[in-house]
């Protein structure tokens, strides 16, 4: 996340390190513990089983910072304890620290007011999520072609129906996969031109951990973040994001 000072990344984190120093919290002894969730306490019981967290593949980095709480996807594993000024000084060379970081820049946006909804959706939230998200990118877009980065089951059935969409996606296991209609197309490749193919890229916060946003943001074309991950990102940075069955972040709400 250090790359140049124009990157999404130092921008991401120059609003962070801003937002710590006006809350007072830098040089406080917060305590920040992130550690992944299971499937169960992360999404729930759901009708669909096909979702990333439901095959196990990835997990849910949550992290909790003065009663409130952050999460970010990973496929790493592994526990963090320190303070804010230790997440800040994490020199972000792995996915692991870059989730730490995210969800942790999560938890800090909730709890300065920025953004409340920063926990993932259960039960029957990613399906509500779905019915929603058609007449969304109507009213906001009118009839776009769309470009999904990160392949969400019930997001990318609900489009497909109504928009011309395509569906990038990493994970050898989808590439290549029709999904009810979607087929999954692999995301290291040709990404421009499925950019310039588009009217507005629909990207999952992961983006941010793995790298890969500057791309996206930097390409001229309308970007909306779809999920909890990129949740402190959006508020910070004044990037539209669709998550409307997310859950409140504040341990007391």
């Known amino acids: 996340m250090t790359e140049s000072t124009d990157s999404f990344s130092s921008r991401l984190q120059k609003e962070f390190t801003l937002l710590v120093d ?3 919290l830098k040089q406080a002894k917060v305590k920040v513990t992130a550690k992944p969730l299971s499937p169960e306490d992360a999404i729930g019981s759901t009708r669909r089983k096909d979702y990333v967290l439901l095959k196990g593949k990835e997990r849910l980095l949550q992290a909790e910072v003065m009663g409130c709480r952050g999460q970010a996807f990973t496929g790493s594993l592994g526990d963090f304890t320190g303070t804010l000024e230790d997440v800040l000084a994490l020199p972000l060379i792995d996915d692991f620290q870059r989730a730490v970081y995210t969800a942790t820049l999560n938890a800090v946006a909730c709890h300065a007011g920025k953004v409340l909804n920063t ?16 007449e969304f990118f109507r009213k906001e877009y009118g009839k776009p072609r769309i470009l999904m980065i990160g392949y969400q089951p019930a997001l990318a059935e609900a489009l497909h129906k109504a928009f011309p969409l395509v569906v990038l996606d990493l994970d050898p296991a989808n590439i290549g996969q029709n999904k009810k209609g979607v087929v999954i197309e692999d995301g290291s490749i040709g990404l421009a031109e499925h950019i310039a193919d588009s009217d507005v890229i629909f990207a999952t916060g992961s983006t941010i951990c793995n790298s890969t946003i500057d791309a996206l943001e930097q390409s001229g074309k309308p970007l909306v973040f779809f999920g909890t991950t990129g949740s402190g990102a959006a508020a910070l940075l004044g990037i539209p994001r669709f998550c409307p069955a997310s859950e409140a972040g504040r341990n007391n709400i």
């Open 22 to 24: 006006k809350c007072g």
């Open 119 to 134: 926990i993932h959706c259960r039960n029957e939230g990613p399906e509500e999520c779905a019915r929603q998200a058609v």
